[in-house]
């Protein structure tokens, strides 16, 4: 009985300091996103952009036309849409960029955009890249992308949608089930290259 009742207490300690850490550790998250753009105007091989917003791209292509980069990569396209049409939406004279950008359209995940652009960065043989993303997206596709490119130097190139209401995002909704969502979503991808690590580790 007595070992029962040690067992309980035992799990609920246990349980207890999981979901106070799991909620320090989101704390730690909100607090810790991005607030500005570091290395603006440092130049790498290539930026990579990842859809799921129109300033992600008009970011991308200023940059690009800044000259901060050689090539830019759209990750995550929907299938059927070229360059030209693109460039026409962001208003751009395709005729300016056309040469220089590229899109990606087998992603549809932020693990799969990290190896889309993996595959794409190798076979061009760059070495940096500046990575375009918001800054609520940036540390899960930062973790990706240097888990699927760690020889490769990354710059991080945060973009701040106006709908997310990163300061006091707690007063607000939708920006904070948002940032709850990626934090979860941050934490499986962690989970997610832990297991991948141990299972190369027993198998090699």
């Not at 991308?60 to 026409?88: M, N, P």
């Not at 899109?103 to 043989?125: F, P």
Request: with cysteine; proline share 3%; aromatic share 10%.
């Amino acid at each position: 009985m007595r070992k029962r009742y040690i067992l309980l207490k035992l799990g609920s300690f246990i349980t207890v300091a999981a979901l106070l850490s799991w909620v320090l550790g989101f704390f730690w998250f909100a607090a810790n996103l991005p607030e500005d753009v570091l290395n603006e105007t440092e130049v790498t091989d290539v930026i990579v952009v990842l859809t799921g917003g129109s300033d992600r791209i008009n970011t991308g292509l200023d940059l690009l036309e800044q000259g901060t980069a050689k090539k830019l990569f759209i990750s995550g396209v929907y299938k059927g849409v070229e360059v030209q049409e693109l460039l026409r939406l962001s208003q751009r004279a395709p005729k300016n960029l056309e040469c220089c950008v590229k899109l990606g359209y087998q992603a549809d995940d932020t693990r799969g955009n990290a190896l889309e652009s993996q595959n794409w960065i190798e076979q061009e043989g760059y070495s940096s890249l500046r990575l375009v993303t918001a800054a609520y997206h940036m540390p899960r596709s930062l973790l990706e992308f240097k888990n699927a490119m760690p020889d490769i130097k990354i710059l991080p190139h945060s973009v701040f949608p106006q709908h997310v209401k990163q300061k006091d995002w707690w007063l607000w909704p939708g920006s904070m089930t948002l940032i709850l969502s990626e934090y979860v979503k941050f934490l499986m991808a962690h989970v997610r290259i832990w297991l991948e690590d141990i299972q190369a580790i027993l198998i090699g």
